[in-house]
């Protein structure tokens, strides 16, 4: 019967085919159920977001004063203090052992930080972990129990597109969670120089509200990937909000997460964050990194037998190595290659160029700061017949610059350092206490100069 259906041509069997449905009640199949016509670009974009921004909020301690306070104050020193609400912002989950991103301007002056995620959790976290003010980016680290992890955002590698749809979360006036959305209205003007702050020339700008307590939050894309982080509002137009590029924060993290500042280590290389693998952007020629084979745009693929999953782990890894010795599989040029790496540090870099050992400042060794900016590093010792020795310097000095750096930690010295060989020049200011009489101190600042070796 089909087939005399057949040569009746295919209208006479489409006919044919109702019939039989009709007459068995049977349904076509329609597929898989219609996706939701909600979720559209936007809210996934929030929902693959919203659970690594965190509320912050900080808190200080302020001395209380009355018309009697200054007579007790003087026999008894200040007894009067209540703890006050100094600030409301937003910060951004960058890594899932618990660092957490915000503003300088957010954490300023707090000594009690609080961090409250998306499902109302509460971890204290360390005020100011590390921060770079030129940036206004500041780093928290989360106190949480060991193993604990947290979703982090993903930071976009690529430039911003003016006109794009930008999507802005935090915290404003501590309501809670808050998303807005608008577009990129405009790139970041010029590139930041050397040593200055940012500011809006720097910045990206949207018309995306961006309110009091948004600060620290991110700009995000559609593709639900860090863009910016929110920093400041247009005070005299509306529809003006300021971000700071996610260059600009890259760049920053690269430089906060280094073995030279969390371990005062020397190793003369800087990795990008949110590229997987890690890729090195930047390395110091002659340094430890350089001298085992590291080289810009590598990808690193393991270090000390591991997979690193994110700056901080590659960084961790690096300062726990065993005898600072480092093993690294890099990726060039479709080849992979093994490397060793060796960090020196600070102290035994300092002491090989100039023959001295540096300590902290000590109280009987500290300076007026009235009188000298920083607190500068005690010289403990001096080896004999070194550069330092022959300038002069002698052990209870207290060093305060070199090559017109101040010295007031051996990140600062051993940084101001890596950059000479041996045989160069370098000015170094240092003061000197004499006692004059049994009341009296004298203190004296001169500069000489080491050769070093």
Excluded at 175 to 198: A, D, H, K, M, Y
Excluded at 259 to 267: C, Q
Excluded at 292 to 318: C, D, W
Excluded at 361 to 374: H, I, M, Q
């Amino acid at each position: 019967m089909i087939t005399n259906l057949r040569r009746q041509g295919p209208g006479r069997f489409l006919i044919f085919f109702a019939a039989v449905t009709l007459a068995t009640g049977a349904r076509p199949e329609t597929g898989a159920e219609a996706p939701d016509v909600r979720l559209d670009t936007t809210v996934l974009a929030v929902q693959k977001v919203l659970h690594s921004v965190v509320n912050i909020a900080t808190s200080r301690v302020v001395e209380e004063g009355d018309f009697y306070d200054p007579i007790f104050n003087k026999f008894y020193g200040p007894t009067w203090y209540h703890e006050e609400l100094n600030s409301i912002g937003s910060g951004v989950i960058i890594d899932p052992h618990g660092y957490v991103l915000t503003n300088v301007h957010v954490l300023r002056h707090a000594w009690h930080v609080e961090v409250k995620l998306w499902d109302g959790r509460v971890y204290d976290a360390e005020p100011m972990f590390l921060a770079d003010t030129n940036s206004d980016l500041a780093v928290l680290k989360l106190r949480c129990k060991p193993g604990e992890r947290f979703q982090a955002i993903h930071l976009a590698d690529d430039d911003p597109l003016l006109g794009e749809t930008v999507l802005a979360l935090g915290d404003p006036f501590g309501l809670g969670e808050s998303v807005s959305r608008g577009i990129l209205s405009s790139e970041s003007r010029r590139p930041p120089q050397p040593g200055e702050p940012l500011n809006i020339a720097n910045w990206l700008q949207t018309d995306a509200a961006i309110n009091p307590g948004n600060s620290g939050g991110p700009l995000v894309d559609l593709r639900g990937q860090m863009i910016g982080v929110n920093v400041a509002v247009y005070p005299e137009g509306s529809g003006i909000g300021f971000a700071i590029p996610v260059k600009e924060v890259s760049s920053t993290l690269s430089q906060m997460f280094t073995p030279e500042l969390t371990g005062s280590l020397w190793f003369g290389a800087r990795v990008s964050p949110g590229t997987s693998p890690l890729k090195i952007s930047n390395v110091q020629t002659n340094s430890p990194a350089w001298t085992a084979g590291l080289r810009p745009s590598q990808q690193i693929l393991r270090i000390n037998g591991q997979t690193p999953g994110s700056l901080v782990e590659f960084n961790q890894s690096l300062v726990a190595s065993p005898h600072h010795r480092a093993v690294l599989t890099v990726l060039q040029d479709e080849e992979r290659r093994t490397l060793n790496a060796t960090l020196i540090p600070f102290a035994q870099l300092i002491r090989d160029k100039t023959g001295l050992s540096l300590g902290d400042a000590t109280n009987g060794a500290a300076l007026p700061t009235d009188l000298f900016s920083g607190k500068g590093m005690a010289v403990k010792q001096v080896d004999p017949d070194s550069p330092a020795a022959r300038a002069g310097l002698q052990a209870g000095m207290v060093l305060t610059s070199v090559d017109g750096v101040a010295a007031n930690r051996l990140l600062d010295v051993g940084e101001a350092l890596t950059g000479h060989n041996a045989g160069d020049v370098v000015p170094v200011t240092v003061v000197v206490t004499r006692r004059l009489g049994e009341n009296f101190l004298n203190y004296q600042s001169s500069t000489v100069t080491l050769q070093l070796r």
